[in-house]
């Protein structure tokens, strides 16, 4: 049976849209099982806080279980090939933090590249990093530190969740910027790192706000220095860096992405969700409590944030001459 023209085209048009529909039906019932939010470092750094406050508000708002999975090492290179290698469906999240584009020129011979292969879902927080020190530590301030540094070469040490972390890097381009000498030593994740430096077993870290902000506030670790042009609402007494060490700057940041090839319209629900979420005022208190203001776009923008982060950072990572292990 020949069919007449309208008719034809008509069946022709809704079997080109079903596709579409599908896609739309689905992402409306998206998710209908557990999500997994793949955090590339150990719990109790400030990646695995923010991997689990956004978690925990994603599961209260959505009434789905949105669970953080741990997978530290490499820098978060392997949190972030599985999230490359998994499926696109929406239940596998990666929790994106800076070393995403310091990784980028860090490492030579990636399975993956970040900005192709991870596809920008939203933005989080940002938060400065905080230099800290024990509080038996012998200075005070900024400049007191450097000159004790420079009077003890090669004597001090610093210490990061791992190798291009952004502490790592943030205390890298303190070092570029100082002339000092200090001994830089890897951990598996920022709290150990935070443990040995309560232990006086190195001297400064050059922490995530949310990781160390409870220590200062408590007395445990004394904060000399904010790594932002300004200074945090969290901690008005402490000083910028920039304020000795003009030009410097550094800050932390958090957000999510999914494998690329995720539907377009599950990631504009991730992200639709997670700025209502960024919008409600219990929530922005609870990061600052953390020392965090919230980074709420869409994700063009969080994509043009990591791109601009990637071209920085390159620059700080070929001038120290930083390799990872």
Not at 301 to 314: G, L, N, P, S
């Amino acid at each position: 049976m020949i069919l007449p023209r309208r008719e034809f085209l008509g069946l022709a048009a809704v079997a080109a849209a079903q596709p579409a529909l599908a896609r739309i039906a689905w992402a409306q019932t998206y998710p209908n099982r557990p999500v997994r939010i793949i955090v590339g470092f150990a719990p109790g750094g400030g990646t695995d806080i923010l991997a689990r406050l956004i978690g925990q508000a994603l599961s209260e708002r959505i009434g789905q279980s949105f669970i953080v999975e741990n997978r530290p090492g490499a820098s978060t290179n392997i949190a972030t090939e599985a999230v490359v290698r998994a499926p696109t469906d929406g239940y596998n999240l990666l929790l994106v933090d800076g070393s995403a584009a310091i990784n980028a020129t860090l490492y030579d011979n990636l399975n993956f590249r970040f900005i192709r292969d991870i596809a920008p879902v939203a933005g989080i927080a940002q938060v400065p990093n905080v230099m800290v020190v024990h509080p038996s530590f012998p200075t005070k301030t900024v400049p007191e530190f450097i000159a004790y540094a420079k009077a003890n070469p090669g004597r001090l040490n610093t210490a990061s969740g791992g190798k291009g972390d952004p502490p790592h890097v943030s205390g890298e381009l303190f070092k570029m910027m100082t002339g000092v000498d200090i001994v830089y030593i890897p951990y598996r994740g920022l709290a150990p790192a935070l443990a040995d430096l309560i232990g006086e077993r190195v001297q400064v870290i050059f922490s995530t706000m949310p990781s160390a902000i409870e220590y200062v506030r408590a007395g445990t670790l004394r904060a000399l220095a904010v790594t932002t042009t300004t200074r945090s609402a969290q901690l008005p007494d402490v000083p910028t860096l920039a304020e000795f060490l003009p030009g410097y700057e550094a800050s932390q940041w958090y957000g999510i992405g999914a494998p690329k090839n995720t539907p377009l319209e599950i990631i504009e629900k991730l992200n639709s969700e997670i700025n209502a979420i960024l919008g409600d005022s219990k929530f922005r208190t609870r990061l600052a409590d953390l020392g965090a203001t919230a980074l709420a776009g869409p994700p063009a923008d969080f994509a043009r944030h990591i791109a601009q982060e990637t071209e920085k950072w390159a620059k700080v990572v070929r001038f120290s001459g930083a390799k990872p292990d």
